[in-house]
């Protein structure tokens, strides 16, 4: 369905993607994930033909975005990072504007949008820009699906939302996907990887692993541990001197310790008490996509 094939581009002196290589499939929820400035917006902007490769290609549905880019605007539901709607007209103004641009009705495709929009219907005389943030990424998306695109392309959409509405949005995609619609979507949130069907894990435009969620967590292959309890940066500092530890970083109240071959719990636990390094718990736990991408950039 959607094809990068060895990917260039290149802001001045800056390589913003480096012989990018993705994949989509029919029906496929694919996560393009990774921190800001590692390339996602550039990628999407490119398969919604609004940048050009320097070097390489994009297909969609076979035809190539440059040359055929009418049949890709027409056939694509793009959804960008920023709110892009129009704020000062009403919910139902915005979606009646987007549904005559692709000459088609509200009524006509409702039946696509109507899990999503019955929502956002108590609200339809309200202009968009006094909207809350999962309201607004709500209205985007019935924008983005109203002339009944092939794929879905979402660039961070649940940036800036609250917890709430993060969870109700990825359960849309998947009822949308579970119809039948394929779905690329970008995101910096580690988490949201798993509610994919397959991701690319990229960094400084460089794709360091493309799997199933399941698949790049099975590759982590080393012993990882878990620090819990108050500390701090001299902690992080103290970890990553010892050289039984390979990687050690903050994830949430805790501590996530990647050890060299060899090494084990009870020699970092022998160390810390030793520089008399207080902690609640230290325990050997399973790795999450987070784990397996800061380890991907510390073998890169």
């Not at 917006?41 to 880019?69: H, M, N, P, W």
């Not at 309200?126 to 002339?147: D, E, N, T």
């Not at 990647?258 to 090494?263: D, E, G, H, P, R």
Request: proline share 4%; charged share 20%; hydrophobic share 40%.
């Amino acid at each position: 369905m959607i094809h990068f094939n060895n990917v260039f581009k290149n802001y001045e002196q800056v390589a913003a993607v480096q012989g990018i290589n993705i994949k989509v499939n029919p029906g496929e929820l694919f996560g393009l994930i990774g921190p800001d400035g590692a390339g996602k917006t550039t990628l999407i902007r490119i398969l919604t033909t609004l940048l050009l490769v320097d070097k390489g290609s994009v297909t969609f549905a076979g035809k190539d975005v440059v040359e055929d880019y009418l049949y890709v605007r027409n056939n694509v539901g793009y959804m960008p990072g920023t709110f892009s709607l129009y704020q000062d007209l009403t919910v139902e103004e915005n979606l009646q504007f987007f549904a005559s641009s692709f000459s088609t009705t509200i009524k006509e495709n409702y039946h696509l949008i109507e899990p999503i929009y019955v929502q956002l219907e108590p609200f339809k005389n309200r202009k968009a820009g006094a909207l809350s943030g999962g309201m607004k990424q709500k209205l985007a998306l019935c924008c983005a699906l109203i002339h009944k695109p092939e794929v879905l392309v979402l660039d961070e959409p649940t940036t800036g939302v609250d917890a709430v509405s993060r969870k109700e949005f990825w359960a849309m995609l998947k009822e949308l996907k579970e119809g039948g619609l394929t779905i690329f979507v970008s995101t910096p949130y580690m988490d949201e990887a798993e509610m994919c069907d397959r991701v690319a894990l990229i960094q400084d435009g460089v794709i360091m692993d493309t799997d199933t969620p399941a698949a790049i967590t099975a590759k982590f292959g080393q012993t990882l541990l878990a620090l819990g309890g108050k500390y701090k940066q001299e902690v992080i500092d103290l970890l990553r001197e010892m050289p039984q530890v390979k990687n050690a970083f903050p994830f949430g109240d805790s501590i996530h310790i990647t050890l060299n071959k060899n090494a084990s719990l009870k020699e970092i636990e022998s160390i810390l008490s030793t520089k008399k390094v207080h902690f609640e718990y230290l325990k050997e736990i399973n790795p999450v996509i987070e784990d397996c991408f800061m380890d991907l950039m510390t073998n890169n």
